[in-house]
Nanobody
Framework: QVQLVETGGGLVQAGGSLRLSCAAS????????MGWYRRAPGKQRELVAR???????NYADSVKGRFTISRDNAKNTVYLQMNSLKPEDTAVYYC????????WGQGTQVTVSS
């Protein structure tokens, strides 16, 4: 069973930056996809960004140009650099890894004040 530990959430003013990290413990194999999802109050969970083990990325339109996803394969860790944050980015952010199976992190709160 792969465990995911997320860090880096918090409270920030609009226009500020935060960096989320998610470390996976256990065996996820060399071919996998790591990503970030978020759930805002009253909304469904949505994909924010994901990155393959080969480095291909895709982003939600709402975060393109502001967020950057990256990973360290040696550490089984994925990062989400969030710049120019907006109040509408406020949500619980969840780390996700898809390998032979799928694992989710416990979530980390990101709150952007106006």
């Amino acid at each position: 069973q792969v465990q995911l530990v997320e860090t880096g959430g918090g409270l920030v003013q609009a226009g500020g930056s935060l960096r989320l990290s998610c470390a996976a413990s256990g065996t996820i194999g060399s071919i996998n996809v790591m990503g970030w999802y978020r759930r805002a109050p009253g909304k469904q969970r949505e994909l924010v960004a994901r990155i393959t083990s080969g480095g291909s990325t895709n982003y939600a339109d709402s975060v393109k140009g502001r967020f950057t996803i990256s990973r360290d394969n040696a550490k089984n860790t994925v990062y989400l650099q969030m710049n120019s944050l907006k109040p509408e980015d406020t949500a619980v952010y969840y780390c996700n890894v898809r390998y032979e199976f799928e694992s989710w992190g416990q979530g980390t709160q990101v709150t952007v004040s106006s």
